[in-house]
């Protein structure tokens, strides 16, 4: 993929309009009405992904995340960008894409529109390697990210002193 310096410093690639990140970007603006970015970043991103004829241009930004879940969002966020594959203004967006679709009921890939977790493996492992890559037992993405979240925090997640022998191992591993 070619990369391109922008005029405000950011590196970007050139649009996929009809690829995985659009997607990605276009299931959560649609369940979530928000990414949580800044206008500026709000606005290259409808340019980039969604502008042209038949583009997602009723797509708004509505505004920050539930102001009781603001922290949590945040520590996604960072999470994320902590391990980001590359500097490319598209990581950076999907950091906050994946940040807001974890604040959702569902598993992480349907709360992004996605047709799949191979989808979303997909998406992490190319622009989060390092985080796919501490997956190494499988475990959903949305409660690894929590758990990477307490591990950070030194706060215990499991309710016993290894996964294997956890009461909830079967809703943390496996297929979705």
Not at 44 to 57: E, I, M, S, V, Y
Not at 70 to 87: C, F, N, Q, S, T
């Amino acid at each position: 993929m070619t990369m391109m310096r922008s005029n405000d410093g950011f590196i970007t690639s050139p649009p996929a309009k009809d690829g995985l990140l659009a997607r990605a970007f276009a299931g959560v603006l649609s369940r979530f009405h928000t990414l949580g970015l800044d206008p500026r970043e709000h606005s290259a991103l409808r340019r980039c992904h969604f502008a042209g004829p038949g583009g997602a241009q009723d797509v708004s930004e509505a505004g920050g995340c539930d102001p009781m879940r603001a922290e949590e969002h945040g520590d996604l966020v960072e999470l994320l960008l902590a391990h980001r594959a590359d500097p490319s203004r598209e990581t950076l967006w999907l950091a906050f894409t994946i940040a807001t679709a974890c604040l959702g009921d569902n598993h992480l890939w349907q709360d992004m529109g996605l047709n799949g977790r191979e989808e979303l493996s997909a998406l992490l492992d190319k622009h989060f390697t390092a985080l796919y890559q501490k997956n190494v037992h499988n475990m959903k993405w949305k409660k690894f990210f929590y758990k990477e979240l307490c591990r950070k925090a030194q706060v215990a997640l499991c309710k016993a002193p290894s996964c294997r022998v956890c009461s909830d191992y079967a809703a943390c591993f496996g297929p979705e």
